[in-house]
């Protein structure tokens, strides 16, 4: 990495009046980097609060039932509110505490990173403010209940598609006129310097972890590592962990909705949709058209269908050090009944993109190799989407149930 780039990808493109706040935040990162007991801080806030270490599960069902390789879980679906965000949130509520700030802003498209931010600005007594495209409030209700019940303010964004890159506009227009007492909670690891990097650090206690957890439950290192990528922050935090070891296969996994032949998918890294571009403040890999207006995007797990992608994977993708592979929304659904009938573990709709990979190439795999599938949280946030595309008739009787008893109110 150099001023913030990886390879050609990266950056920070950001408006001159942030340049003051950025050089802060460089600061607080880099004294936080080097200051052992701040990671020691995090790491204790991690199993004191969210359950950290998190569990490499041995899924001896699924192993046994695909008779190829051993295939491990990475149990990110058991921290706090249910999915790896919480890594990264709690590590920058730490680093606010430190530069004595008293506000936090974010963006949230699905809602995830909503919640978590402002579970964290609850428990660190900051005030806080989600920016959120006014289709997606309407969309993720029962997120924002949440957001708002936890004591932040949710701001509905009525420009462009009104989804997230528009929120994420309007945080930065928010951070521009606050930035004395405000810090800017970036949700993935994409954004302009150093969030990419920053991001990615807070995450790597998955990959720490893991690596250790294999190397006792196995033997040894996996052959390969699977993470589905949506900006690219799970699949940095346990990429992080085998990166040095070359022998270990990296696999991202981006969202093929429904092929990617189609115009409904969000893969940046697979098939030719997207572009080099500079946007919302970095370069990478866009979903764009050729005036740079970005695309619409689809996929079945709300939380992969952002435009661009990390630089860092960017780079890794470049360089060829990371495979990336895209799962399509049926390909998923498959997957994730497989998972919960073999193991009684529901993924989050995003981590059952991993799973698909996984259980396309472990049967090509011998029964002394192993790999490792980064589960990035925990489904039940899916229910609506998943009782729908299962088409579950009891399900349906009982929305309709529930709305007819709030209409006769
Ligand atoms: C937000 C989210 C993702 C996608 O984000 P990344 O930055 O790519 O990790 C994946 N899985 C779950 C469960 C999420 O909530």
Known sequence: MKNGYFGQWGGAFIPEVL?????????????????????????????NYSCRPTPLTFAENLSDHLGGARIYIKREDLNHTGAHKANNVMGQGLLVKRMGKKRVIAETGAGQHGVA???????????????????????????????EKLGATVVPVKDGSRTLKDAI?????????????????????CGPAPFPEMVSWFQSI???????????????????????????????GIFQGFLDHNEVELVGVEAGGKGIDTEEHASRMVGDRATPGVAQGYKTMFLQDTDGQMLDTHSIAAGLDYVGVSPILADLGEKGRVRFEAATDTEVLEALKLTMRR????????????????????????RDQAIIINMSGRGDKDIFTIAHAFDDPSWKEFIIGRAAEYAAK
């Open 117 to 147: 931010t402002a579970t964290m600005a609850a428990r660190f007594g900051f005030d806080c403010t989600i920016y959120m495209g006014e289709v997606d409030v309407a969309r993720q209700r029962p997120n924002v209940f949440w957001m």
């Open 169 to 189: 506009n309007e945080a930065f227009r928010d951070w521009v006129t606050n930035m004395d007492s405000t810090h800017y909670v970036f949700g993935t690891a």
């Open 343 to 366: 193991e009684g573990i529901i993924p989050a709709l995003e981590s059952s993109h991993a799973f698909v990979q996984a259980i396309k190439e472990a049967p090509t795999m011998s």
């Open 19 to 47: 340049h003051q706040t950025f050089a802060e935040l460089h600061k607080a990162y880099a004294a936080a980097r080097a200051d052992e007991k701040f990671w020691q801080e995090y790491v204790d806030l991690m199993s």
């Open 206 to 236: 998955i990959g720490i972890e893991a690596e250790k957890q294999i190397k006792e439950q196995h033997g040894g290192l996996p052959d390969r590592v699977y993470a589905c990528v949506g900006g690219g922050s799970n699949a940095m």
